[in-house]
């Protein structure tokens, strides 16, 4: 065993200790007994914890160059609480570049969760990370807030002081996060190399299925792909990862949470979708998978506005209604602006013959009028600085596959994409 596997995971601990330190007494002890150590940290503004925290409040206040008693008279809370997410913060991220922890684990109601949030999201990916919060799993969380490998669990019976369900909420939470990150530190001097990773788009493996070809022939050149369902949060994640610098490349072939958050959907994936790999100059080939659609809860009414349309219940969870000509016209515009902003190279393959598996002839979404409407919104918009792929072919076919690869395979030639080391005796 390697000395590293041999220390026991330092994991940093967040919540206000003025108002929670039995809470955090308790965690402490957790993380200790499942073989953790843990690093306090107390976010507390305007008492102490009566404990002595490794990272006081006032360290926190001055990671952003303040003290603690200018942000009591900052104003209000929310300002005081923001100020102390910008320390923790800078706080956090610097504890993790000099190797002083393993993981994270904060408490908190709202308050504490939008400052657990972005230390979440300032360290990088693979650096197991908990929030216990009340507040876990709802619409209030905008996922653009949501680190790609954040965990989380619901605060039940946490909102003040300690009992039998708190406690076992929180022994889970501090289990888990020790367990993570004993993992993560066994395993990062045995993991065998890997190629470069790429990252791919698709809404599940029935409506875009495409990956079940691509997949393989990447990994036969050498990479390492990384495939995403888009529904909302797995658009997040790669939207995240993709701003983290982590992919040589990616296939964004799914963009239908374009069309989610257009039309005001809680499907979403935020503002962002189809701009982080543009803006890291990472190379991006797309495509308009599902763009059609918007994606709603089927556990709710349809709105109004979508009463009327095609509709298609995927399962208990999720449906889809398509959207008209107009709205399909805005997408082409949006997705076009998208990749105009590109700082890297961007190519657009799109395939006139069909964008889903359920548009086709004597499919529930099959609108061909609108179709051909995007379609000729899309040639009009797509900037001169894309390259442009007009195929006539549906997404889901063999020669929508092959010109994905063509067009990659010439850029691994041109050197714009890192070239992979091609698995032995298999020809790419």
């Not at 967040?14 to 690093?39: P, R, W, Y």
């Not at 006081?56 to 923001?82: C, F, L, P």
């Not at 923790?88 to 684990?105: K, S, T, Y």
């Amino acid at each position: 065993m390697s000395a590293e596997t041999a220390t026991a995971p330092r994991i940093l601990v967040i919540g206000t200790g003025d108002t929670k330190a039995d809470e955090l007494n308790f965690m402490k002890q957790c993380i200790e007994a499942s073989g953790g150590s843990a690093v306090m940290m107390d976010v507390s503004v305007l008492g102490d914890p009566p404990y002595s925290p490794d990272h006081d409040k006032h360290a926190v206040a001055r990671a952003v160059d303040v003290t603690i008693a200018e942000i009591v008279s900052s104003g209000d809370e929310n300002t005081a609480m923001t100020l102390m997410a910008g320390g923790a913060v800078q706080l956090a991220r610097q504890l993790h570049q000099n190797g002083e922890i393993d993981g994270f684990i904060a408490i908190g109601g709202s308050m504490g969760t939008d400052l657990a949030l972005d230390v979440a999201l300032c360290l990088p990916l693979g650096v197991p990370k908990f929030v216990v919060s009340t507040i876990a799993y709802s619409h209030l969380i905008p996922p653009e807030r949501v680190a790609p490998d954040l965990m989380m669990i619901l605060w039940a019976g946490g909102l003040y002081g300690l009992n039998s369900i708190c406690k076992a909420v929180l022994s889970q939470a501090c289990g888990a996060v020790v367990g993570a990150a004993k993992i993560m530190l066994a395993s990062r001097a045995a993991a065998p190399a890997i190629g470069p990773t790429i990252g791919m788009t698709s809404l599940g493996s029935s409506c875009l299925r495409y990956m079940k070809t691509l997949k393989p022939a990447l990994e036969r050149r050498g990479y390492d792909v990384a495939v995403f369902h888009t529904t909302g949060m797995g658009g997040r994640a790669f939207e995240s990862i993709a701003g983290q610098g982590h992919f040589c490349a990616v296939f964004d072939f799914s963009l239908q949470e374009i069309t989610n958050h257009l039309a005001g959907s809680v499907v979403s994936s935020g503002a962002d979708r189809l701009e982080n790999a543009g803006a890291r100059g990472i190379p991006q080939i797309a495509a308009p998978g599902a763009v059609d659609m918007v994606d709603l809860p089927t556990w709710q009414d349809l709105p109004a506005k979508f009463s009327e349309r095609p509709f298609h219940a995927h399962n208990r969870l999720i449906g889809s209604v398509t959207v008209d000509a107009d709205d399909r016209r805005q997408v082409a515009r949006t997705i076009a602006a998208k990749l105009g902003a590109a700082k890297g190279r961007s190519a657009f393959i799109l395939p006139s013959g069909g964008i889903q598996e359920w548009d086709m002839r004597g499919e529930p979404l099959y609108e061909p009028e609108a179709l051909a409407a995007f379609v000729d919104e899309m040639r009009k918009a797509i900037p001169a600085g894309v390259e442009f792929h007009e195929i006539d072919a549906h997404i889901n076919g063999d020669d929508f596959v092959g010109k994905a690869l063509e067009i990659f395979d010439r850029w691994v030639e041109e050197g714009i994409v890192p070239r992979g080391t091609p698995v032995k005796g298999v020809a790419a």
